[in-house]
């Protein structure tokens, strides 16, 4: 059975401080994707990366940056200088890959609420 | 990016009524949609797939008579909340894969969410 285990449920930093969320998952399948989205407060879910399980290079896109490491199972996700618009919940999520079957419905953690303070 | 659209954003009803939420995929085509139900303060919870032209496959627990999907068409699915009660007050979100296999593209992409409150 495949879960995502966000163990952090809230975490205030004051702003321009780094923070980092954590992601622990769980598959049977070699072949998966991960993904993290942002919920700000006027509920649209905003995507923020997919990452093939093949893929374990470390991406690093403006403030944000991942951190995929497979032998641990773990997909983090790191806010650099961060700003009180980086307010919200973010979701850590999992799906298989798409193959015959495609049933690739997307898991999600229990979120992470974040919260910068001026 | 490619966009999904919900209708309505917004919605109040009275307990013992129906209600319908539209999922529309603007400019591509979705073969397979999804439906979520998201509780406050709580994380996204898949309900069921919606396949067009086909029944939908739900989730374990949840009452297949009593959300109703239908997708009649590859840019619409709409969910029905049958007979609402109070406790079904909750966040429903879609989601459309796109179909275009050219490049195995195969992402899913988020509607707005519909907000239900039943009162």
């Known amino acids: 059975a495949q879960k995502v285990t966000q163990a952090q449920t809230e975490i205030s930093v004051v702003e321009k401080e780094d923070v980092t969320l954590d992601c622990v998952y769980e598959?049977?399948?070699?072949?998966?994707?991960l993904f993290w989205y942002k919920q700000p407060p006027s509920g649209e879910l905003v995507f923020l990366i997919r990452?093939?399980?093949?893929?374990?290079q470390n991406e690093i896109s403006g403030r944000y940056s991942w951190n995929f490491q497979k032998s641990t199972s773990s997909f983090n996700f790191t806010i650099t200088a961060s700003q009180v618009v980086d307010s919200a919940v973010y979701f850590c999520?999992?799906?298989?890959?798409?193959?015959?079957?495609?049933?690739?419905?997307?898991?999600f953690g229990k979120g992470t609420r974040l919260h910068i303070l001026p | 990016g490619a966009v999904v659209s919900q209708h309505p954003s917004r919605v109040i009803c009275k307990s013992g009524t129906s209600v319908k939420i539209e999922c529309r995929s603007l400019?591509?085509?979705?073969?397979?949609m999804f439906w979520y139900r998201q509780f406050p303060k709580q994380s996204l919870m898949l309900m069921a797939t919606?396949?067009?032209?086909?029944?939908?496959?739900?989730e374990q627990g949840v009452e297949k008579d009593k959300f109703l999907i239908n997708h009649a068409s590859l840019t619409l699915s709409t969910l029905t909340v049958t007979s609402a009660h109070p406790e079904d007050s909750s966040f429903y979100i879609c989601?459309?894969?796109?179909?275009?296999?050219?490049?195995?593209?195969?992402?899913?992409?988020f509607g707005p969410g519909t907000r239900l409150t039943v009162t």
């Open positions: 989601s459309a894969r796109d179909d275009w296999e050219g490049e195995r593209v195969d992402e899913q992409y």
């Open positions: 598959t049977r399948d070699t072949t998966y994707y």
């Open positions: 990452r093939n399980s093949f893929d374990e």
């Open positions: 999520a999992l799906s298989e890959a798409p193959g015959m079957n495609r049933d690739d419905k997307i898991i």
């Open positions: 400019d591509f085509q979705a073969t397979t």
């Open positions: 919606s396949n067009e032209g086909s029944k939908a496959t739900y």
